[in-house]
Nanobody
Framework: QVQLVESGGGLVQAGGSLRLSCAASGRTFSSYTMGWFRRVPGKERNFVAAISWSGGDTRYVDSVKGRFTISRDNGKNTVSLQMNSLKPEDTAVYYC?????????????????WGQGTQVTVSS
């Protein structure tokens, strides 16, 4: 089992940057595929990015490609999402998720553990 705690959200102007971090408990962090999802109030939670256990495979939703970068540090049990060139439409609550030995996936059902979320607000 793993517990996830996100941090790094906040308010930023369009064109700015934020770095989200997710700290995971447990000794088997390197066995989890990690993902980031986001939800706008009143809408469904959607996939943003994911990274394999080794960090060698990543996947992004088209709308963030070239702007966001997911990375992980298995020695520190953390996964990060570097967000550059932020747009107002990136405003959402961002969630960290962990999937036990799953493939790098955009499917929420592949992730069994979720953080509480961190708010990102991008002003125009």
């Amino acid at each position: 089992q793993v517990q996830l705690v996100e941090s790094g959200g906040g308010l930023v102007q369009a064109g700015g940057s934020l770095r989200l971090s997710c700290a995971a408990s447990g000794r088997t962090f390197s066995s989890y595929t990690m993902g980031w999802f986001r939800r706008v109030p009143g809408k469904e939670r959607n996939f943003v990015a994911a990274i394999s256990w080794s960090g060698g495979d990543t996947r992004y939703v088209d709308s963030v490609k070239g702007r966001f970068t997911i990375s992980r540090d298995n020695g520190k049990n953390t996964v990060s999402l570097q967000m550059n060139s932020l747009k107002p439409e990136d405003t959402a609550v961002y969630y960290c998720a962990a999937g036990w030995r799953t493939t790098v996936s955009s499917l929420q059902r592949n992730y069994g553990y979720w953080g509480q979320g961190t708010q990102v607000t991008v002003s125009s």
